[in-house]
């Protein structure tokens, strides 16, 4: 039984490393500022880790668009795979070439580019999407807010949020 309704369980998790940094910011002016010593060190130390979580938190609950979509998006160990009820493909997270957001799907798509494959279309909405924050966030030179403000304000045409510069050489050597 529970005592607390399906859609309020829903924005508290949605919202769950948001609450956690405040929890933590609170806990550190607690120490930081009710003692002196070693404990005030670590009670500021908490403040600038809240601060941190409470940031990179935001930036996870913008990207959240849902869940209940089409397939499920699996990540593991830099591979990226999608398993849909129509289409499905994986992708290697150092492979990619090119990331866009194609908003004219009915759910709106991730389109992940590698080398001598097709593009592997991913719903914003489908299980397991929060997993792609962290990959896409990996990519070298990502603008995370970007992506964000992207996603959140799409108009009607595909658009390129990352591609991986042209100065990358086509094979990487050992030595």
Do not use: C
């Amino acid at each position: 039984m529970s005592f607390i309704r399906p859609e309020a369980r829903a924005q508290l998790w949605r919202w769950r490393e948001v609450i956690a940094a405040v929890l933590m910011f609170l806990l550190g002016v607690k120490l930081a500022f009710a003692s002196f010593g070693f404990t005030a060190i670590t009670g500021w130390a908490l403040v600038a880790t809240g601060l941190v979580t409470a940031i990179i938190g935001a930036q996870r609950m913008r990207f959240r668009s849902g869940t209940g979509g089409p397939g499920v998006v699996q990540v593991d160990e830099g591979q990226i795979a999608y398993f849909g009820p129509l289409t499905g493909g994986a992708v290697a997270a150092s492979e990619l070439e090119r990331l866009a957001l194609d908003p004219s799907s009915k759910p709106p798509h991730w389109l992940l580019e590698q080398p001598g494959q097709a593009p592997l279309a991913i719903p914003v909405n489908a299980e397991g999407n929060e997993a792609l924050f962290d990959v896409f966030a990996a990519l070298p030179g990502l603008k995370t807010e970007k992506m964000l403000s992207v996603l959140r304000n799409a108009g009607p045409h595909q658009v390129v949020i990352w591609e991986r510069s042209a100065s990358r050489p086509d094979h990487q050597r050992l030595h």
